[in-house]
């Protein structure tokens, strides 16, 4: 499994910008697509995921009301909505994809997001 991430960019802060990810390879009908973050000097946080089957989202607390994560089933494409961005968002986002939403398996190669104030 392949997963292409896209979108990062520089905004400054109360914009928004929308990530995306691209699965292709082996692939099942039942698996959960999100996003991790890391800033320097920071753990890698977990963001939000997505349901493959049910459509079910999760996010974490800091992004919720601001970020939708949503799929896109026919492209194998997962997207991330990010608005009202601050700059503690800086980070790099990587998509990952695995079997629940507590384990992923894959990921992608990260894509930098950068909130100016």
């Known amino acids: 499994v392949q997963l292409q991430a896209s979108g990062g960019g520089l905004v400054q802060a109360g914009g928004s910008l929308r990530l995306s990810c691209a699965a292709s390879?082996?692939?099942?009908?039942?698996?959960?697509m999100g996003w991790f973050r890391q800033a320097p000097g920071k753990e890698r946080e977990f963001v939000a995921a997505i349901s493959w089957s049910t459509g079910s989202t999760y996010y974490a607390d800091s992004v919720k009301g601001r970020f939708t994560i949503s799929r896109d089933n026919a492209k194998n494409t997962v997207y991330l909505q990010m608005n009202s961005l601050e700059p503690e968002d800086t980070a790099q986002y990587y998509c990952?994809?695995?079997?629940?939403?507590?384990?992923?398996?894959?990921w992608g190669q990260g894509t930098q997001v950068t909130v100016s104030s």
């Open positions: 390879g082996r692939t099942f009908s039942s698996y959960v």
């Open positions: 990952v994809r695995g079997p629940r939403v507590s384990s992923y398996d894959y």
